[in-house]
């Protein structure tokens, strides 16, 4: 059940004096190939946006209108897609979205060096700000969430900071930073991945993990990250030092994601948040997008998730013969995309892919620009960016020719980029 907050609070005036801080700057290393060229929050997804996407749409729906968005490894095509999609706020309302690229402003020269330093480092910028509270954000995370709630039920509880948690089983939360909390929600403890996880009062099996989404009492944020600066022996992390160095000296609660997610009507006890960090995770989130009713509900006009527009055709499907025959089936076909007697089943298509007759792609997500050559067969592959795929190319049906050529992990999923393809022509000539 969601909580019945008080009226009383004048939310609009707490949004006002409040800064979003966007950490993007992730390598996303797990990615693989991935983000060779680019970082995480960058990445593709969903057929048409970035994962950068949702954390600034949940902003904006949020009424949220001071974001910044701090960058630092391979920040090119990210800096580029908030500049030309993200630049509508009115400076003149003291609204805007900026990027905040590391600038080794500390007398040490570096770059940042953990979430917390990131912050801590942009300092001068935020003290200029007036601000009474601080909202810091993971930028590679998909979700939907109204954190002007989240706000709310930290000032209401006149906590000093908030930490947002989704529920997870026992066996889940060895993998995350876990929550020991009391019957008010106040965080009583703090462990990193535990063998041993608290389970929540009432709840048994059940964890709380956080999100590495925080509201911050501004005053009090930044002079624990001056302090955190000067200790030798921090990484200089919200969550591994920030947060467990907090419980006990300052008030810090838990807000449940359900109180403030964005709930899909057909899985109204399910709150959908996905760390797309693998290559598994990030086939799995847009493949689910090509179910009858997907978990991700992307076409909810009441809280819609922006992108930068370019101007593009219709998706178009071309001959109808026998075994020739431009089909799409289970899947999500972008603008742009030509499927020219080629039958796709349980893929999703992104932005300007063309898929030439007889070709058969099956389980697969093929990034934009892609051009798939004819008689190829892919079953179960993610295609990145602006491959050109040669007649005849066959993916995803004999695992040791895949680890030859591709990547292959674990779970059987084959990434394929431009630069391996054109090895193999290096390799063949």
């Not at 999703?348 to 934009?368: E, G, H, M, T, W």
Request: charged share 20%.
């Amino acid at each position: 059940m969601k909580k019945n907050l008080s009226s009383n609070l004048d939310l609009n005036n707490a949004l006002n004096k409040t800064l979003a801080i966007i950490l993007a700057g992730g390598r996303g290393s797990r990615l693989m190939q991935l983000t060779e060229t680019r970082s995480k929050p960058a990445v593709p997804i969903a057929g048409k946006f970035k994962i950068i996407d949702f954390p600034l749409s949940n902003c904006v729906n949020s009424g949220m209108r001071r974001i910044a968005v701090l960058t630092q490894y391979r920040s090119h095509t990210l800096n580029q897609h908030v500049q030309r999609g993200w630049n509508f706020l009115r400076p003149d309302f003291n609204e805007f979205i900026e990027l905040w690229p590391a600038q080794q402003q500390t007398a040490a020269q570096t770059w940042y060096q953990g979430t917390a330093d990131a912050v801590y480092q942009n300092l001068n910028l935020i003290k200029n700000l007036n601000l009474e509270y601080i909202l810091v954000l993971a930028g590679d995370h998909v979700y939907k969430q109204d954190y002007s709630l989240m706000l709310k039920d930290h000032i209401e509880a006149g906590a000093d900071m908030t930490v947002a948690c989704i529920e997870v089983s026992r066996e889940e939360a060895k993998g995350f930073g876990v929550m020991g909390i009391d019957e008010q929600d106040n965080i009583t403890r703090f462990v990193e991945k535990p063998a041993d996880p608290p389970e929540i009062p009432g709840r048994p099996g059940r964890c709380l993990a956080s999100m590495g989404i925080y509201v911050f009492s501004a005053k009090m944020i930044m002079d624990k990250l001056i302090l955190d600066a000067q200790s030798a022996s921090s990484s200089h992390d919200f969550g591994k030092d920030i947060i467990p160095n907090s419980i006990g000296k300052e008030k810090c609660i838990a807000h449940h994601f359900f109180d403030s997610c964005r709930p899909n009507p057909a899985f109204p006890e399910e709150p959908y948040w996905r760390d797309v960090g693998t290559l598994t995770a990030y086939w799995e989130a847009n493949i689910d997008l090509c179910l009858l009713e997907p978990r991700l509900d992307l076409y909810d006009e009441s809280w819609p998730i922006r992108t930068m527009h370019y101007q593009r055709p219709a998706a178009k499907f071309n001959h109808n013969f026998e075994g020739r025959r431009g089909s799409a089936v289970n899947s999500v076909v972008s603008a742009g995309c030509i499927v020219s007697g080629a039958s796709i089943s349980q893929s999703i298509l992104f932005n300007n892919v063309r898929v030439n007759s007889y070709a058969q792609v099956k389980d697969s997500v093929i990034l934009p620009g892609c051009d798939i050559g004819r008689h190829c067969r892919l079953d179960k592959v993610v295609l990145d960016m602006y491959c050109q795929l040669p007649p005849n190319t066959v993916i995803g049906e004999n695992p040791q020719a895949d680890a030859k050529r591709f990547y292959r992990n674990e779970d059987g999923i084959v990434l394929v980029t431009p630069k391996m393809i054109a090895n193999l022509d290096t390799a063949g000539s």
